[in-house]
């Protein structure tokens, strides 16, 4: 496997990341507004919901968060086609490195701004999303849980059938990775108790943090 994928799927950043992750839905949802950062489904129920009652204003602080979402995911494609064989950085440093900058300016957005806050936040989420995808070779995601419970439940059958160990550790994995979200989500909220529209300003840290650290070979380090 190349060096550059080893760093990128290597479990201590995707703790990281889940980490961000739950921090950022609950950052948006308890600090801006009650809009989900990353679960855009939840947002797009929300959107039907305020169109069928004519309430458009409403409508468009959730229609907005969407469409910045998607143009994360476009912009992470576009780092990954253009620099992939271009840059001295792997091309998901770039990606994770406009996402702390990103959340870093949202901080510095009053509360009445709500909307280009959570449009920026769920940006960066987009970014995320679409710039990793793995760990371990595992389909993960660290923005939302709905996919990696699945996986987790499904190989815990599957070694409860085969017996085969690496579906239990695959299982524990992305149970893992759920509980790395939780403790994202629960620290978001402990920090905006505290510091309000300020406290993403420690997803932006985190995310830094895993920018450094994907200059390391985590499977050499082993």
């Known amino acids: 496997m190349n060096k550059k994928v080893q760093i990128s799927e290597s479990i201590e950043l995707g703790i990281l990341l889940a980490l961000s992750g739950g921090f950022m839905d609950a950052y948006s949802y308890m600090c801006r507004g009650k809009v989900f950062a990353n679960a855009q489904t939840g947002n797009i129920l929300l959107l039907g919901i305020h169109l069928s009652e004519k309430e458009w204003n409403i409508a468009v602080r959730y229609a907005v968060p969407v469409v ?18 271009k840059s001295l950085l792997h091309w998901r440093q770039i990606s994770i490195l406009i996402e702390a900058i990103v959340l870093a300016g949202v901080c510095f957005i009053p ?9 920026l936040t769920s940006f960066a989420c987009g970014i995320q999303v679409e710039s990793f995808r793995k760990i371990h070779g595992n389909g ?13 439940t499904q190989n815990r059958c599957e070694y409860w059938h085969t017996k085969e160990k690496k579906k239990l550790k695959k299982g524990f994995l992305y149970y893992g990775v759920i509980l ?18 300020k406290a993403i300003v420690i997803c932006s840290g985190i995310l830094f943090i895993g920018f450094i650290m994907m200059f390391v070979d985590w499977e050499k380090s082993r």
């Open 68 to 85: 910045a979402f998607a143009v994360g995911i476009a912009l992470s494609d576009m780092i990954r086609l253009r620099l992939k064989e």
């Open 111 to 119: 509360q009445k701004y709500n909307l280009p806050a959570n449009s």
């Open 140 to 152: 993960i995601a660290t923005t939302m849980c709905i996919g990696n419970l699945r996986s987790a």
């Open 180 to 197: 790395c979200f939780v403790l994202g989500a629960i620290l978001g909220n402990v920090f905006v108790e505290v510091l309000r529209e």
